[in-house]
Every structure is written in C-alpha cells, then in structure tokens.
C-alpha cells in the first residue's frame, strides 16, 4: 500500500506489479506477493496471500443512475491462505474479492457508502448502499453461491450502527429479529471504517464484513494532508 511512479508499474494480461509488490493469477488463484514497509512507524511487513475463488462471477453492478461508476464482486466467495515472513505468521479462512472502476473521482459522484458481505450457510449475500452526490440513494441486495450464480432480493430495512471513533457514520440493512451489532472494528480512520458485524440477513443470523466510506470527509483538504502518513509515497 505505497504509491509509487509509474516508472514502478510492470503489468501485462495476466500480472500487475507496482514496487517489489504484485498481484498474479493463473486462471485458479490470485497470488498476491508484498514487501511494503509500514506506517508511521517503518517496519517491513512481507508475505503471500492466495486467493482461490469458487467462481468468478462476469455479473456487475451499476453504482449511479448515470453509469459512470460500477462494482464487480470479483470472487464473491473465496478461500484465502495467508503466509507472512515479517512477522512471522500464516492463517486461513474465507474471503472475498472485488472491483470498483468509474469514469470520474469517487467523491465527485459521492457522498457516502456502506457496504456488507456475510457468509451464509450456502452461499453470500452482499449490501452495497451509496449515497450520490445529489442526495439520491439506492439499496443493491444480491445472493450468490458457490457456483457463482445469483439472485437479488429485496434490500431489508435500515439498521443504525454506533458511530467510528471518528465520528463516521455506520449503517447497515438487516431483518428484524435479531442482533445488529458491531463485533470489532478492525479500521478506524477520519473518512473509512471497516469493521465485523453480527446481522441478519435472508433469515439467517451471520457474521459480516462490513465498510463506511464518507467521501465528504475524503475530499476535505485535512484528511488529505494526512493521507501520506497512512500510506506512504515514493519518489522512485
């Protein structure tokens, strides 16, 4: 997660690498392979992610009502194997993969996001609920399963969250008759929070993996000011 010239950038069909990190895959897994130094202390954090998805879905969504913004949940089910040298640790689970790509900046089409994937015993189901620019808002709900295929169902109603620390709001869509609640954050920053939830969703009560994004506060000049010391820059 550093930014770097694009002198550093070497891709062809099937690889993208910036720095002495990249990102390959072999029509199987994705095989991420890093060696960053961390922020704002220096520290090198250095390993291999593989990411082996069920299927990869070809289905995207529109984000605006004048397409110019889209998401492709790449690998909407995944198995992901973790091996870290610095430090040294190694874990696997489930996970995910996925894509935003548009023809303008996030926050000149956005105000705010929230968007959610919980597991479920057969399959996932994914919220993605942005709020445009011009106040106007929809509500994205879609079930898939490990085959790939998928089915929209009716977004459930709104679900208050507890605020970040730093005052971002959180929200999400759940069913009536069980807990909301956030298990942990695991970010926690003054535009972007991540965090675990415990939701119900399709009458299953889950666990998911949920983000807000205020982009009003991404495109304020403070929070651009502290960008580079969460993610660091390189001049070569």
């Not at 605006?64 to 909407?76: K, L, S, Y």
């Not at 879609?142 to 790939?148: L, P, S, W």
């Not at 069980?178 to 535009?191: A, C, I, S, Y």
């Amino acid at each position: 997660m550093t930014e770097r010239p694009a002198t550093a950038l070497r891709r062809d069909a099937a690889t993208l690498a910036i720095g002495p990190s990249a990102l390959s895959w072999d029509g199987t897994a994705l095989t991420i392979d890093f060696d960053e130094l961390s922020v704002p202390i220096p520290r090198r954090v250095s390993g291999r992610v593989r990411v082996l998805p069920s299927a990869v879905p070809a289905r995207s969504f529109r984000l605006d009502a004048a397409g110019r913004h889209h998401w492709w949940p790449v690998a909407p089910m995944a198995r992901v194997e973790v091996a870290l040298n610095r430090p040294d640790c190694a874990w696997s689970g489930h996970g995910y993969i996925d894509s935003n790509h548009g023809d303008e900046p996030l926050e000149q089409g956005f105000a705010y996001w929230d968007w959610s994937r919980a597991n479920l015993p057969d399959g996932a189901a994914l919220l993605y609920n942005p709020t445009a620019r011009d106040g106007s808002s929809h509500s994205i709900a879609v079930r898939f399963d490990a085959a790939g295929g998928s089915h929209d169902f009716a977004p459930p109603p709104p679900a208050p969250l507890p605020a970040t620390r730093w005052r971002v709001r959180r929200t999400t869509r759940a069913e009536p008759g069980g807990p909301v609640r956030v298990l942990k954050t695991l970010e926690d920053t003054p535009f972007y929070s991540r965090s675990v939830l415990t939701t119900r969703l399709l009458g299953e009560q889950c666990v998911a993996m949920h983000e807000s994004l205020s982009l009003d506060r991404f495109a304020s000049t403070a929070v651009r000011l502290m960008l580079p010391w969460r993610m660091p820059r390189r001049f070569f």
